[in-house]
């Protein structure tokens, strides 16, 4: 039978996940900082009062360090750098009727513009509601601070929103509007399916070729991906390209059969409002691309 530290611990596991996740923005960063936090709580020897205000202190700490650490690396990163997507298979209709616990892409790319501190601070406070003189207890910081940074992360998440407010459905038709002009090379339909001010991002890691920087507005993002698709497909035998489920939103996972055999090129995410796109978030980093059984 389960230890009463393990079955406590277990029944916050899913809660200081989703912290941990909208913080780092990468799924095995945020099991291992969860992990981290379960290993503090076993050594325990002190009565804990509130178990999941503890472990949301310990974890959010924990996940700071990670954050000051990667603002490092990622001065070096070359391009841009997308989240390690969370990918599952597309059911159709069916699939997900409840996404309320999942991150979009776009909402995890405008997290990354802000500094750890505002990272942390919005996150706990906007979107867990831990107050912000607990806040400061993870920053190190007075409450008055605390709340500063989240109101700084708020105009800044604000000032670079992208707008995704489209349902499911309506997110499955248009990237499959999108993805159908883009390989037909109809510029005019592809222009049209897409928002003026919409933006694509690409992160190959240095190793796949793709923008190093966000190209924006509607005509140079299509001509971008009209390009990328004839350059990508030169000398594919049989690409695949199926409809997944990217961070809870409608994606897809392009495969290509080559003279090499069959590889995954890239898992693209997209951000809908008002029956148009508003972000293209490509993936092609391959050590981002560990999809498991897709």
Not at 22 to 36: C, I, P, T
Not at 150 to 166: F, M, Q, V, Y
Not at 219 to 232: C, N, P, S
Request: with cysteine.
């Amino acid at each position: 039978m389960p230890s009463s530290t393990t079955v406590q611990f277990e029944a916050q596991r899913s809660y200081l996940m989703a912290v941990a996740y909208r913080m780092l923005g990468n799924r095995s960063e945020a099991e291992d900082a969860v992990q981290e936090a379960w290993l503090r709580y076993a050594q325990q020897t002190a009565e804990i009062r509130d178990v999941r205000g503890w472990l949301t202190t310990v974890t959010a700490r924990i996940c700071l360090d990670q954050l000051n650490s990667a603002r490092v690396r990622r001065t070096t990163y070359p391009g841009e750098w997308l989240p390690a997507y969370v990918v599952d298979p597309d059911a159709g209709p069916a699939a997900r009727a409840e996404l309320a616990d999942e991150v979009s892409v776009a909402l995890l790319v405008v997290l990354e513009r802000l500094t750890p501190e505002q990272r942390v601070a919005f996150v706990l406070h906007d979107a867990f509601a831990v107050p912000f003189e607990e806040v400061a207890a993870v920053l190190d910081t007075t409450p008055a601070a605390a709340r500063q940074h989240a109101s700084r992360a708020r105009r800044a998440a604000a000032d670079g929103n992208i707008r995704h407010t489209a349902g499911l459905a309506e997110q499955r038709r248009v990237l499959s509007a999108f993805l159908a002009a883009a390989q037909s090379g109809d510029m005019q339909t592809l222009a049209a399916v897409l928002a003026p001010d919409v933006v694509t991002i690409g992160d190959g890691g240095g190793v796949v070729r793709t923008a190093l920087r966000p190209v924006h507005g509607a005509d140079k993002v299509a001509r971008f991906w009209a390009g990328l698709l004839h350059h990508r497909m030169a000398d594919v035998v049989e690409a695949k390209v199926d409809p997944v489920l990217v961070n809870g939103s409608a994606g897809v996972l392009l495969r290509a059969t080559r003279a090499g055999g069959e590889k995954v090129l890239a898992v693209l995410a997209v951000a809908v409002d008002d029956g148009r796109i508003t972000g293209l978030f490509n993936q092609q980093n391959p050590e981002k691309l560990l999809l498991g059984d897709l």
